[in-house]
């Protein structure tokens, strides 16, 4: 069992930047592979970025590649999403997931056993 709890969400202007935290507890050293998805209402929750824990080996949606930065402290049992130039479209709660099998596509949520409760970001214009 992995326990993830995501903090830092929050109202911010466009263009500006925002840092989210996903906390890992349980098993986390048996974990594969970390993820951040995003999804607004109504529609399918999206891949963002995922980090493959042993070695942080990265993997990013098209649509943040160059703006979001995603890093993990394995002392902390922590993964990061640092979100820059953020734009109104990026507004959606995001969520962090945990892979413990490693599955081989990174970027479905079927992928993904394990799921924190999620965190609102809202990007003003």
């Known amino acids: 069992q992995v326990h993830l709890v995501e903090s830092g969400g929050g109202l911010v202007q466009a263009g500006g930047p925002l840092r989210l935290s996903c906390a890992a507890s349980?098993?986390?050293?048996?974990?594969?592979?970390l993820a951040w998805f995003r999804q607004t209402a109504g529609k399918e929750r999206d891949f963002v970025a995922a980090i493959r824990w042993i070695d942080g080996n990265t993997y990013y949606a098209d649509s943040v590649k160059g703006r979001f930065a995603i890093s993990r402290d394995k002392a902390k049992n922590t993964m990061y999403l640092q979100m820059n130039n953020l734009k109104p479209a990026d507004t959606a709660v995001y969520y962090c997931a945990a892979d413990l099998l490693g599955a081989a596509v990174v970027t479905t949520r079927d992928s993904y056993g394990y799921w924190g409760q999620g965190t609102q970001v809202t990007v003003s214009s």
């Open positions: 349980g098993r986390i050293d048996s974990a594969y592979r």
